[in-house]
């Protein structure tokens, strides 16, 4: 056999079909090739990442935008309503309760429609004025920037347990889990508060009332206690039916030895036809 026919013959055959083509040809070549697969998978690879860094974002708890744990803040408190407070400038929100909005209204035992919301925030100013300063430890932070914590007074009572227990405020499983639930029993069964009457618990209210729910941006609107006591004296005793407002009424509840007797059912509101 020609061995070197066989070769120029199996050379010429190769570079018909690129088959011949030197190695040196083929790894010049190759990159060029690989370059439009490589640009593909990047943009894929981050459009991917993209999306699940999008995912990712969405879940986190808006506490890690706010910065790191904050200290606990204690302080005499004003009432924004009856689960919120402010201390130093800065918005407190009790955790696992819900208490009636500003402008909620509830029906009571008569089916009379009363200001459940104003009611359980004077409810509260009541409560924490008895022993003060209010101590909170930090829990996290809500949408509104509000500080979410456990509170209790200067007594070591539990703000939070005390506005359910006495029916001005409701347990909220969604972030209690139930912490609250017997202090919930207790005043539904003696029908303190919001349980002597009708009423649509606060989550469900602000679904329907999305415009009203937005938290207020000024503390309760009750007269100051100095402006009060400047018109207002324990002498002579009165009764209910010669008060003419609930100001006025919460005041004498406040200051004077014989007040206790204008709150009958012991809810902390004095004269209830009048709030």
Not at 8 to 29: C, F, Y
Not at 158 to 163: G, P, R, T
Not at 166 to 182: K, V
Not at 204 to 229: C, F, K, T, Y
Request: hydrophobic share 35%; aromatic share 10%.
């Amino acid at each position: 056999m020609d061995k070197s026919r066989y070769k120029n013959r199996s050379g010429w055959g190769r570079k018909g079909n690129g088959v011949g083509r030197s190695p040196a040809w083929r790894r010049a070549s190759l990159p060029l090739g690989l370059v439009f697969v490589t640009v593909a998978a990047a943009a894929a690879l981050a459009t991917q990442s993209a999306m699940q860094h999008t995912d990712r974002i969405s879940d986190v708890g808006v506490s890690n935008f706010f910065g790191s744990k904050p200290e606990p803040i204690a302080g005499v408190a004003s009432v924004i309503d009856g689960d919120t407070i402010e201390i130093h400038g800065q918005r407190i929100r009790f955790n696992g309760i819900d208490a009636p909005e500003s402008k909620q209204y509830c029906s009571d035992a008569k089916g009379f429609d009363y200001p459940c919301g104003r009611r359980s925030a004077e409810a509260l100013d009541v409560f924490l004025a008895a022993s003060r300063p209010v101590h909170c430890t930090f829990v996290t932070w809500d949408r509104y920037h509000r500080f979410v914590g456990d509170c209790q007074r200067a007594d070591g009572v539990s703000v939070a347990s005390w506005m359910v227990e006495h029916g001005q405020a409701l347990d909220w499983p969604r972030f209690s889990h139930g912490a609250y639930s017997a202090q919930q029993a207790k005043a539904e069964a003696a029908k303190l508060g919001l349980w002597v009457g009708a009423f649509q618990a606060p989550w469900e209210w602000r679904a329907v009332h999305a415009g009203d729910a937005r938290p207020s941006s000024q503390p309760l609107g009750i007269s100051s206690r100095p402006q009060v006591a400047q018109s207002f004296s324990c002498q002579p005793r009165r009764t209910c039916s010669q008060i003419s407002s609930c100001d006025e009424a919460q005041w004498y509840l406040n200051n004077c030895p014989w007040g206790g007797k204008l709150d009958r059912d012991g809810d902390g509101i004095a004269c209830e036809t009048l709030c």
